[in-house]
């Protein structure tokens, strides 16, 4: 799994690692997903080459908070609405550091 940064996110760019800090995170809302119902909220995460919007799912929400330094491992990227998310893969993980 390879340590990126920011500026070198991309299309397609799937498990790689990712060290920033979370600078701003909104509030979680409910969605329906193919999986059911389920709790998100954005974030944005921060390093020295720039920002990148990151989407947290269910129990992740709660593991962050703006300010926090945060690694993140088993990334992927996604596009929505012609913003490019950083989202955290089922066997990834974000944790404080």
Avoid: C, P
């Avoid at 969605?31 to 974030?43: E, H, L, Q, W």
Wanted: charged share 30%; hydrophobic share 35%; no cysteine.
């Amino acid at each position: 799994m390879s340590m990126v940064k920011v500026k070198d996110l991309r299309y397609g760019l799937k498990n790689f690692s990712i060290v920033g800090k979370i600078v701003e995170k909104g509030e979680s809302r409910s969605v329906m997903t193919r999986f059911g119902k389920k709790r998100v909220a954005d974030a944005i995460l921060e390093d020295e080459t720039g920002k990148v919007k990151l989407t947290l799912w269910e129990d992740q929400i709660d593991k962050v908070n703006a300010g926090s330094q945060v690694k993140i491992s088993g990334a992927y990227i996604k596009f929505y609405q012609n913003q490019m998310y950083i989202n955290v893969s089922r066997s990834g993980e974000i944790e404080e550091i």
